[in-house]
């Protein structure tokens, strides 16, 4: 059965309002004895939970870790084991790059090479401002490989995509990451025979990159993952009759959300911005994707306490929504991002849903062992997209 085209035959075209907020890599692991969940003051998330319905998610299937594209997919009702998107074309269109038939792009971190090691995958999260400086003077540097054009543009801390341009590019590489420290630079394999050439490319620019930033004492060198190209993928209007809108600060997640079809609002770099942009914006669009990233990235660097913190400043904002009064609220993650494993892991997420509809369960708080008892149960997240409408009432009555 093709269950995009079967969800897309009942769908209606409704006033009603969903708003999906998205806690990034939200899911934890207790330490002494507690979860960030578990530990933070969430006083409105806990009362949503009492009122509401809750479940675990698995972006997935279970035991399967995912990177954040194909866990946002799922959220938005496509099977990621049927899109495969490459991070860096996410990436590239979150910072508004003119990706074409002709180009292959990647995610870019900046990182610490010391004595034949990656000591620092991130470089420290140098600044922004150093960024731009390191790109700048690698488009001066590393223009042109093997009569291939490469450009470097920044993103945020120590994020930057590359762009490859010429004819006959694939993206059928493994990646340039090691994905752990203290561990040898890592060099793109080709996955398919046609690939073979792009990875000496890739190779090259990448032993160029290195030899151009040999003076730098953080970021002395590049790792790179997602090489992608441009996929073909539905919009959320044209399957699910919606007129969806992103509020995100990230560019790997306004890309995601560009990629299928929604429009990417304005928003400052501080949390209220996020909410701020929503109440501004709520009047036109009837689908909000809002993206908090905070606690993923505090649960990489394993900082319990930050990441509690996001959580709790969070649920302050949980009544600017409510006074909003969307027909659907949920609140979930992508995929879990342990502080103890300091990387995205297997573990289900945390799913609370809140409508007028939804069937009350007997859970209490908004943590990860109180959503397992909920009347949800445990489900693919992949199943979120046909609840959130259901409880919108944009879908029909299925057969006769």
């Given at each position: 059965?093709d269950?995009?085209?079967?969800?897309k035959?009942?769908?209606?075209?409704?006033?009603?309002?969903?708003?999906?907020?998205?806690?990034?890599?939200?899911?934890?692991?207790?330490?002494?004895?507690?979860?960030?969940l578990e530990?933070?003051?969430?006083?409105?998330?806990?009362?949503?939970?009492r009122t509401?319905?809750?479940?675990?998610?698995?972006?997935?299937?279970r035991?399967?870790?995912?990177?954040?594209?194909p866990?946002?997919?799922?959220l938005?009702?496509y099977d990621?084991?049927?899109?495969i998107?490459?991070?860096?074309?996410?990436?590239?269109?979150?910072?508004?790059?003119?990706?074409?038939?002709?180009?292959?792009?990647?995610?870019?971190?900046?990182a610490?090479?010391?004595g034949?090691?990656?000591?620092?995958?991130?470089?420290?999260?140098?600044?922004?401002?150093?960024?731009?400086?390191?790109?700048?003077?690698?488009?001066?540097t590393?223009?042109?490989?093997?009569?291939?054009?490469?450009?470097?543009?920044?993103?945020?801390?120590?994020?930057?995509?590359?762009?490859?341009?010429?004819?006959?590019?694939s993206?059928?590489?493994?990646?340039?990451?090691?994905?752990?420290e203290?561990?040898?630079?890592?060099?793109?394999?080709?996955?398919?025979?046609?690939?073979?050439?792009?990875?000496?490319?890739?190779?090259?620019v990448?032993?160029?990159?290195?030899?151009a930033?040999?003076?730098?004492?953080?970021?002395?060198?590049i790792?790179?993952?997602g090489?992608?190209k441009?996929?073909?993928?539905?919009?959320m209007?044209?399957?699910?009759?919606?007129?969806?809108?992103?509020?995100?600060?990230y560019?790997?997640?306004?890309?995601?959300a560009?990629?299928?079809?929604?429009?990417?609002?304005?928003?400052?770099?501080?949390?209220?911005?996020?909410?701020?942009?929503?109440?501004?914006?709520?009047?036109?669009?009837?689908?909000?994707?809002?993206h908090?990233?905070?606690?993923?990235?505090?649960?990489?660097?394993?900082?319990?306490?930050?990441?509690?913190?996001?959580?709790?400043?969070?649920?302050?904002?949980?009544?600017?929504?409510?006074?909003?009064?969307?027909?659907?609220l949920?609140?979930?993650?992508?995929?879990?991002?342990?502080?103890?494993l300091?990387?995205h892991?297997?573990?289900?997420?945390?799913?609370?849903?809140?409508?007028?509809?939804?069937?009350?369960?007997?859970?209490?708080?908004?943590?990860?062992?109180?959503?397992?008892?909920?009347?949800?149960?445990?489900?693919?997240?992949?199943?979120?997209?046909?609840?959130?409408?259901?409880?919108?009432?944009?879908l029909v009555?299925?057969?006769?």
């Amino acid at each position: 059965m093709d269950k995009e085209k079967f969800i897309k035959d009942l769908c209606i075209e409704t006033d009603s309002k969903i708003v999906l907020l998205v806690m990034d890599g939200l899911g934890d692991l207790p330490q002494n004895g507690a979860t960030t969940l578990e530990a933070a003051s969430i006083p409105n998330l806990d009362s949503l939970a009492r009122t509401g319905c809750c479940g675990l998610t698995d972006p997935v299937f279970r035991g399967i870790t995912p990177g954040s594209g194909p866990a946002h997919l799922s959220l938005f009702g496509y099977d990621p084991t049927k899109y495969i998107l490459g991070r860096g074309i996410l990436e590239a269109l979150g910072i508004n790059i003119d990706v074409t038939q002709n180009d292959m792009v990647a995610r870019g971190n900046f990182a610490t090479l010391k004595g034949g090691l990656i000591v620092d995958r991130r470089a420290g999260r140098i600044s922004t401002e150093k960024n731009q400086d390191l790109c700048a003077k690698l488009n001066e540097t590393v223009k042109e490989v093997d009569n291939n054009k490469i450009s470097f543009f920044t993103g945020k801390e120590h994020r930057f995509v590359i762009k490859f341009t010429a004819e006959g590019l694939s993206d059928q590489l493994s990646d340039a990451d090691p994905q752990k420290e203290n561990k040898p630079i890592v060099y793109p394999e080709p996955i398919s025979s046609e690939a073979k050439r792009t990875a000496e490319i890739v190779n090259k620019v990448m032993d160029k990159v290195t030899e151009a930033l040999r003076e730098e004492k953080k970021a002395n060198t590049i790792l790179l993952r997602g090489f992608s190209k441009f996929p073909s993928i539905p919009s959320m209007e044209d399957l699910f009759k919606l007129k969806p809108a992103a509020i995100a600060n990230y560019p790997m997640y306004k890309g995601l959300a560009k990629l299928v079809g929604m429009a990417v609002l304005d928003a400052g770099s501080e949390l209220i911005d996020l909410f701020e942009s929503l109440k501004k914006n709520y009047h036109k669009y009837n689908f909000f994707y809002v993206h908090v990233k905070k606690t993923d990235s505090y649960g990489e660097d394993g900082n319990f306490q930050a990441k509690k913190e996001t959580i709790e400043k969070t649920d302050r904002f949980i009544p600017v929504i409510l006074d909003l009064k969307p027909d659907v609220l949920v609140v979930t993650s992508d995929h879990s991002t342990p502080c103890l494993l300091k990387s995205h892991s297997w573990h289900p997420n945390p799913f609370l849903m809140h409508s007028k509809y939804a069937q009350t369960d007997n859970v209490k708080k908004f943590t990860e062992k109180e959503c397992s008892h909920g009347y949800l149960g445990r489900f693919r997240s992949l199943y979120a997209m046909p609840l959130m409408l259901a409880h919108a009432g944009k879908l029909v009555k299925f057969g006769a």
